[in-house]
C-alpha cells in the first residue's frame, strides 16, 4: 500500500472516539500523515493548511456542519475528495451533501471493509 503510506488524510468528526476510531483503522493501512478535525470551521482551516488526498467528514457538527465544511472546502478548491460520514442517516443532509460535491459517504460507525474498499478506489491498491 505504497499509495496509502504517502497518503495525506484529514478526519473531520466532533467525537473523539470517532476520530481514533478512524486513526487506528487508517493506521492499520499504512496511513502515517493524518490530521484532524474537531468542527467544520476547524476543518476548513486545516484543509487549506494540510491539502489532504481525502477528507473523511462528519455531517453533524457544531460551530459548523460538515455540508457548510464542504461548501466552503469544495468553493475553494473543486477538485476536493471529501467522504461524508454520519449515524444520523437523514435524506435531506445527504442530497444536500451530494448537491454541494461530496465524493462519496461512509456509515457510522465505520465498517473496516467499506472503508478499505473506498480508500481502495481513490488509491487503488488498498
Given at each position: 500500500?505504497?499509495?496509502?503510506?504517502?497518503?495525506?488524510?484529514?478526519?473531520?468528526?466532533?467525537?473523539?472516539?470517532?476520530?481514533?476510531?478512524?486513526?487506528?483503522?487508517?493506521?492499520?493501512?499504512?496511513?502515517?500523515?493524518?490530521?484532524?478535525?474537531?468542527?467544520?470551521?476547524?476543518?476548513?482551516?486545516?484543509?487549506?493548511?494540510?491539502?489532504?488526498?481525502?477528507?473523511?467528514?462528519?455531517?453533524?457538527m457544531?460551530e459548523?456542519?460538515?455540508?457548510?465544511?464542504?461548501?466552503?472546502?469544495?468553493?475553494?478548491?473543486p477538485?476536493?475528495v471529501?467522504?461524508?460520514?454520519?449515524?444520523?442517516?437523514?435524506?435531506?443532509?445527504?442530497?444536500?451533501?451530494?448537491?454541494?460535491?461530496?465524493?462519496?459517504?461512509?456509515?457510522?460507525?465505520?465498517?473496516?471493509?467499506?472503508?478499505?474498499?473506498?480508500?481502495?478506489?481513490?488509491?487503488?491498491?488498498?
Amino acid at each position: 500500500m505504497s499509495a496509502l503510506s504517502q497518503a495525506k488524510i484529514l478526519i473531520c468528526d466532533d467525537s473523539m472516539m470517532i476520530r481514533k476510531k478512524m486513526r487506528s483503522l487508517l493506521e492499520g493501512y499504512g496511513v502515517t500523515n493524518i490530521s484532524e478535525a474537531k468542527d467544520g470551521k476547524e476543518a476548513v482551516e486545516k484543509y487549506a493548511e494540510v491539502l489532504p488526498d481525502i477528507t473523511f467528514m462528519d455531517i453533524v457538527m457544531p460551530e459548523m456542519s460538515g455540508v457548510d465544511a464542504l461548501k466552503a472546502i469544495k468553493e475553494k478548491y473543486p477538485d476536493a475528495v471529501v467522504v461524508m460520514a454520519t449515524s444520523i442517516g437523514t435524506e435531506g443532509n445527504l442530497t444536500e451533501a451530494i448537491r454541494y460535491g461530496a465524493s462519496d459517504f461512509l456509515q457510522k460507525p465505520v465498517e473496516e471493509e467499506r472503508l478499505k474498499k473506498l480508500l481502495g478506489h481513490y488509491f487503488k491498491e488498498a
